[in-house]
């Protein structure tokens, strides 16, 4: 019943864009943190970004910041994350999670903080 279904992925060349879409079911995303992590062939899963519930704020890696933009739209109940100047090295499964927040703590990059996950979108920069 609670569902997150994640879109967008594909092949992209370096230097390029790609806008993947996180769309939740069952539950309302303005309650939850929500986060997007990704995980290499053969690397840990890692948080890329996240934004908080209630409009606390957002949170990114270092390795993506000023590059990548996590946002909500409430009315469709989705989460985007827009990528631009995209690297080989961003080339991963990307999913995205949510957990249920109460209150006004700034939402973190740590998979095992969230309960809800998508099934993956792969994301692959080549030329």
């Known amino acids: 019943q609670l569902q997150l279904v994640e879109s967008g992925g594909g092949l992209v060349q370096p230097g390029g864009s790609l806008r993947l879409s996180c769309a939740a079911s069952g539950f309302t995303l303005h309650t939850h943190d929500i986060g997007w992590f990704r995980q290499a062939t053969g690397k840990e899963r890692e948080g890329v970004s996240c934004?908080?519930?209630?409009?606390?704020?957002?949170n990114y890696a270092d390795s993506v910041k000023g590059r990548f933009t996590i946002s909500r739209d409430n009315a469709k109940n989705t989460v985007y994350l827009q990528m631009t100047s995209l690297k080989p090295e961003d080339t991963a499964v990307y999913y995205c999670a949510a957990v249920f927040k109460f209150g006004f703590r700034l939402c973190v990059l740590n998979p095992q903080s969230m309960n809800y996950w998508g099934k993956g979108t792969l994301v692959t920069v080549s030329s």
């Open positions: 934004t908080s519930s209630r409009g606390v704020g957002t």
